[in-house]
């Protein structure tokens, strides 16, 4: 079993829509939780870390569920912008600082 | 300004030439790290240095050569690479604050390498 797993995608939504992304994790020992946003042949850049509690910046949800060992990211009201691949981050605790990348979701939103 | 800087942007070198990569951050950042990604693929570590000493090499091969001049720059030296090391090499870097994993990492544009 892959350490971080997403759905590669793509989700192909109009405009306006809700769309939501999971990432597991299989590491228990895992502490924090980031998604980050990458363009076409641009570097991934930090869209938002994930806290415990859940954490909202504008049209964007992030969820932690450790008891089942996923983590979420809610995009309302979604814009031609929003089009990029979504990669899922995972850091272990203790020792070294080692993120563990999933492999990306695809987003793409048309008019 | 959580800005990385990577040079040169593009580079196209044959198996026997010797290049190099570089890698700048003035956010006092004192984690940096090398990352390769390959097309439709997540970035996989290579390297990370701390306090300017090599913590983890993620088993790359000796033909990627890193060195940390100071707590602003990361080297990657090539030599002998193989058509196979064609991809985007990625640069990051992270507080290294002593909480460890709650730091964020800022990426650079990348360098795209071309092996032919």
């Known amino acids: 079993r892959k350490e971080v797993e997403q759905d590669p995608g793509p989700f192909n939504v109009p405009e306006g829509a809700t769309v939501a992304f999971n990432c597991t994790y299989s590491?228990?020992?895992?502490?924090?939780f980031f998604w980050y946003r990458q363009d076409c042949r641009k570097e991934p850049k930090l869209l938002m870390s994930?806290?415990?509690s859940g954490n909202e910046d504008g049209r964007f949800t992030a969820q932690l569920n450790r008891a089942s060992q996923y983590i979420s990211l809610l995009i309302r009201d979604s814009k031609l912008s929003d089009s990029a691949t979504y990669l899922c981050?995972?850091?272990?605790?203790?020792?070294?600082?080692?993120?563990?990348f999933g492999r990306g979701t695809s987003l793409i939103v048309h008019p | 300004d959580t800005e990385v800087t990577q040079t040169p942007k593009h580079l196209v070198m044959g198996m026997t030439n010797k290049k190099s990569l570089k890698c700048e951050q003035h956010?006092?950042?004192?984690?940096m790290y090398w990352y390769k990604q390959k097309a439709k693929k997540p970035p996989e570590l290579m390297f990370v240095?701390?306090?300017?000493?090599?913590?983890i090499n993620e088993s790359v091969p000796s033909r990627f050569s890193p060195e940390c001049p100071n707590s602003s720059l990361l080297n990657l030296h090539l030599h002998a690479l193989q058509p196979e090391d064609s991809a985007l090499y990625l640069c990051?870097?992270?507080?290294?604050?002593?909480?460890?994993?709650?730091?964020?990492?800022?990426f650079g544009p990348g360098t795209r390498l071309t092996v032919l």
């Open positions: 590491n228990s020992a895992s502490q924090s």
């Open positions: 956010m006092g950042h004192r984690a």
């Open positions: 994930v806290y415990s």
């Open positions: 240095y701390s306090y300017e000493k090599l913590s």
């Open positions: 990051a870097s992270s507080q290294d604050s002593g909480r460890g994993s709650t730091d964020t990492q800022y």
């Open positions: 981050v995972v850091v272990a605790s203790g020792g070294s600082y080692i993120p563990t």
